[in-house]
């Protein structure tokens, strides 16, 4: 976290903001991820948002949204969570990449809020896009989150056709 937050100094110091604006969301992500602490991390994604949103540059600000959405998820506010998942996913120009991240988290929204079968709708088409760009990171987390939520309603033998996919 100290090498980003040497990053922001420096990027603000050469005005380099798309790095600027990509090292908070990156410091966000980490006070989420390493330290657990998503108040925190909420404050630096949303300058990172900002900063896209100034810039413009949308693949940004739809990796930004997402983010965001993944916090409120963590957070147990799927209501924001749900908003801003949409928002990102509204955004044309986001990434194959960023969208099957966001479609993820959509699912989870989904499972959290018990609409089991939304979950399995929004995990399945991360499959389909996890495939065509050949991330086998993402493909195992979906095909572990399906698994899952198929056992979650009892149906053991869909669950253990994805899980060992």
């Known amino acids: 976290m100290e090498s980003a937050l040497e990053g922001i100094t420096l990027g603000e110091k050469i005005q380099n903001n798309l790095s600027v604006g990509s090292l908070f969301w990156i410091l966000g992500a980490s006070y989420l991820i390493v330290k657990g602490e998503p108040d925190i991390a909420l404050k630096y994604t949303m300058k990172g948002l900002n900063i896209m949103e100034e810039l413009k540059y949308q693949n940004g600000i739809a990796i ?3 983010f965001i959405s993944h916090i409120y998820l963590y957070k147990g506010d799927l209501y924001l969570a749900l908003e801003y998942c949409k928002k990102s996913l509204s955004n044309n120009e986001i990434s194959d990449n960023a969208k099957a991240i966001t479609l993820h ?3 989870g929204i989904y499972r959290e809020n018990g609409e089991l079968q939304k979950a399995l709708k929004y995990y399945k088409q991360g499959i389909l896009l996890s495939e065509e760009l050949g991330n086998t990171t993402l ?25 060992t996919r």
Do not use: D
């Not at 493909?139 to 899980?163: C, D, P, Q, S, W």
């Open 139 to 163: 493909l195992i987390a979906f095909l572990t989150r399906i698994g899952t939520t198929y056992r979650m309603v009892g149906n053991h033998e869909k669950a253990l056709k994805y899980i």
């Open 64 to 66: 930004c949204l997402s």
């Open 105 to 107: 988290t959509l699912g």
